[in-house]
């Protein structure tokens, strides 16, 4: 009896010794913060817990939020742990790769690249105004590909580094299963679409620009059945919403965003880069134009936004690190977020403006109350 009181009391001064020393710990040690802040509740997190289910609330779709402070490793999570589609935040990685390689000499910044017919993807950027036999420099396409997310860019890297390459390197800075495998921007388009025929793997970039011309989904289905020489009857499906709901349900460029958050993390504390190609990353990274209207638009003005947006149907992403300070007095938050469900962009921008502003009404940057 007595040995067992003896036990009892060994393991209630383990535990308040325990609950004493975390924070002291955490600050101290960032790579041992990591494994036990799910311990560590930080001072802001009911707060910001609050205000993330009241936007939920409002919103005709889902929220997922990943909060870390890389000073004292502390983080919060909403829905952080479920599988998200995560668009162009794919296109980080693909930029740490190249700048690796940029790091070891095996390239530079001002190798050229040939712009190949087959390299054009619909959406934003310069890339594709140029004609087929540009050539366009590394540095061109990594500034293209983050600063307005030109997908056409980012493909012409991928074929450049060469896609297992990339997926290696988001393992070397993910947990197993963190993140799904990368593809190209163009394949992006032929797994989803082949949800309503799987004839849509033989398409080429240049005709996802042409469905990306016709206005509703009615017009879209059309022409890829035009395009296809298709019956209605041969349609797997006849939605366009419900052919990118199976394809988010795989894992290609799908992960946790608390895994995506890793990647930031090593990113921000120079495990995944040396100095020099970390701070030019970076400082590519804080230009990006593409999300003014988001995270940016809700944190407070002093605060520098390092970072990277992705879109898709019914879906919106931000994440980066963000700064507010200077030197040894700064602190660094990583955020990454997304909304999904809700099919108008501006609404979606709109919350993850929201999504900033709460992370900073809710205290995260003060690092104590």
Not at 43 to 69: I, K, N, Q, T
Not at 244 to 250: E, S
């Amino acid at each position: 009896m007595r040995t067992a009181e003896r036990w009892c009391k060994v393991l209630a001064r383990t535990l308040l010794w325990l609950t004493m020393a975390l924070p002291t710990l955490a600050a101290a040690q960032p790579g041992w913060a990591e494994q036990v802040d799910a311990w560590v509740k930080p001072p802001w997190a009911e707060r910001l817990r609050a205000r993330l289910a009241l936007l939920e609330a409002g919103f005709d779709g889902e929220l997922g939020v990943h909060v870390r402070s890389l000073e004292t490793g502390a983080r919060y999570g909403w829905r952080d742990g479920e599988s998200w589609y995560l668009a162009s935040l794919v296109k980080v990685p693909v930029a740490i790769e190249l700048m690796a390689r940029v790091e070891a000499g095996e390239m530079e910044l001002e190798d050229r690249l040939t712009l190949l017919s087959s390299d054009y993807v619909d959406g934003a950027g310069s890339t594709n105004w140029a004609v087929p036999g540009s050539t366009l420099t590394l540095r061109q396409l990594l500034e293209s590909m983050l600063v307005v997310s030109d997908n056409t860019a980012s493909d012409m890297l991928m074929r450049h580094l060469g896609l297992d390459a990339v997926n290696a390197r988001v393992r070397r800075h993910t947990p197993t299963g963190g993140l799904g495998p990368i593809t190209t921007l163009v394949d992006v388009r032929r797994h989803a679409y082949a949800n309503l025929h799987p004839g849509a793997f033989q398409l080429s970039g240049m005709d996802f620009i042409e469905v990306r011309k016709r206005h509703g989904d009615a017009a879209r289905v059309a022409w890829l059945r035009q395009r296809l020489g298709l019956a209605p009857q041969e349609l797997l499906t006849s939605s366009i919403d419900e052919a990118f709901r199976r394809y988010y349900a795989t894992d290609l460029n799908s992960g946790r965003l608390d895994a995506f958050a890793d990647m930031l993390e090593a990113l921000a504390r120079g495990r995944a880069l040396g100095p020099h190609a970390t701070a030019e990353l970076l400082a590519v990274m804080s230009r990006a134009s593409s999300g003014d209207r988001r995270l940016k638009a809700g944190l407070g003005r002093d605060i520098r936004l390092a970072h990277k947006t992705g879109t898709q149907h019914r879906l919106a992403c931000d994440g980066g690190i963000a700064t507010q300070g200077q030197g040894e007095e700064a602190r660094r938050m990583v955020i990454v977020a997304c909304v999904r469900g809700e099919l108008d962009v501006a609404r979606n921008e709109r919350m993850l403006a929201a999504v900033g502003r709460a992370v900073w009404e809710a205290g995260a940057f003060e690092g104590g109350s």
